[in-house]
């Protein structure tokens, strides 16, 4: 496959860095989602002093509620297009750094819900940005959008972080709008303001954890089958996308906010965070592969007259990573079949009624020794 070339070089490889959070005030939007609850408890046991901002979970069972952030969190239970209540949120935890996860993030459910999801994912980060401006604690602000804020042309190629920004469906059309959004109020606002304060955009692939019970997402839906004793049935079953487990991109979140904090000026900007080579397969390759690691199951193609009408989703789509890796020093660790085995066997604990909060943490922890364990 025909690549266009990277320059070489690049920082060494790094890992979080504990005692940069220890006691460091954050801000985390949507903590009560999946990617925003495996955040907050990778931050709590940092040491962070963490606030949420989020609406109640919109699934039951939900990570939130299964790994008892509830009452191991401050939270504001509120909407991100709700700007007095949020500009209330930031002006009472005076944080330093805001982590912005808040969003309608199902494609499908953007073409239901099309004026939620523009107000939500535009709008909101909008308030946020204009909140933050307003606050003199915030140093590092930096707004999660997705890898399908790309115009996506269906080509072999990785998309990079200069590549045009678009959308067919309302759910990547609203990703491209927040992240033009944010780099115009940091050139407008925030590069110059108290000595330059650090905003940066980070755009993640699909990603893969324990707790995601969202509706129309592939492991979510592998999971309610393979438990129910019933075949996956696959929309899309060629489509590609770039798989990696939640704590993929999490850790370059991380690296990317400390390094914000430490340098505005070098570190504002965009940022790609995708799997390694091997992590871009079909969905039909994800099914077989959690099938095998499940142990038994089975899946097959819907019917096709079952996928006439359905609204347009992209059938390929890759990431070119190289900027994280050579200006941040991150990297992906795990290869696709020990991502599923994360995933899977948090899910089995999960059914088994267990403490979920030390099981994500020990899973979190694992993780963590596996980054640092490379970077010596």
């Known amino acids: 496959m025909e690549q266009r070339p990277r320059p070489l070089g690049g920082v060494a490889l790094r890992a979080v860095n504990p005692s940069f959070w220890r006691g460091r005030r954050v801000l985390l939007t949507g903590h009560t989602g999946f990617k925003g609850g495996w955040l907050a408890i990778w931050l709590m046991n940092l040491g962070a002093r963490v606030d949420g901002y989020g609406l109640e979970p919109d699934t039951k069972p939900s990570f939130f509620e299964r790994s008892g952030l509830r009452e191991r969190i401050a939270s504001t239970i509120a909407d991100?297009?709700?700007?007095?209540?949020?500009?209330?949120?930031i002006e009472s935890s005076q944080p330093e750094i805001v982590l912005h996860l808040a969003a309608q993030s199902l494609v499908r459910r953007s073409y239901e819900a099309a004026h939620l999801t523009f107000?939500?994912?535009?709008m909101g980060?909008?308030?946020?940005?204009?909140?933050?401006?307003?606050?003199?604690?915030?140093?590092v602000i930096l707004i999660v959008t997705s890898d399908k804020c790309y115009s996506n042309r269906e080509w072999p190629w990785a998309y990079r972080e200069d590549d045009p920004l678009g959308g067919r469906d309302p759910y990547s059309a609203s990703k491209a709008c927040a992240e033009i959004a944010a780099e115009a109020y940091r050139c407008s606002f925030f590069q110059f303001s108290r000595g330059g304060i650090g905003l940066a955009t980070a755009r993640a692939g699909n990603v893969i954890g324990g707790g995601d019970w969202a509706t129309d997402r592939l492991v979510p839906d592998t999971i309610r089958a393979l438990e129910a004793g019933v075949p996956l049935v696959l929309r899309n079953p060629s489509s590609v996308r770039p798989w990696q487990h939640v704590l993929e991109p999490l850790a370059g979140y991380l690296l990317l906010?400390?390094?914000?904090?430490?340098?505005?000026?070098?570190?504002?900007?965009?940022?790609?965070?995708?799997?390694?080579e091997g992590g871009e397969v079909s969905t039909s390759e994800i099914a077989d592969l959690?099938?095998?690691?499940?142990?038994?199951g089975s899946w097959k193609a819907a019917v096709p007259g079952e996928a006439h009408g359905a609204p347009h989703e992209a059938r390929y789509l890759r990431l070119d990573a190289g900027k994280a890796r050579q200006?941040?020093?991150?990297?992906?660790?795990?290869r696709l079949e020990q991502a599923l085995e994360m995933t899977l066997s948090w899910y089995r604990e999960s059914s088994k009624a267990r403490d979920m909060f030390a099981f994500s943490s020990q899973q979190i922890a694992e993780y963590q020794r596996l980054i640092e364990s490379t970077v010596r």
Do not use: M
């Open 119 to 122: 107000e939500t994912n535009v």
């Open 125 to 139: 980060t909008i308030n946020l940005l204009e909140s933050v401006r307003a606050s003199p604690s915030v140093k």
């Open 327 to 334: 200006v941040l020093g991150w990297r992906p660790r795990l």
């Open 257 to 276: 906010a400390e390094s914000l904090y430490c340098d505005p000026a070098r570190f504002s900007g965009a940022y790609n965070f995708g799997p390694s």
């Open 290 to 296: 959690a099938v095998k690691v499940w142990g038994n």
């Open 80 to 89: 991100i297009r709700d700007r007095a209540k949020l500009h209330a949120a």
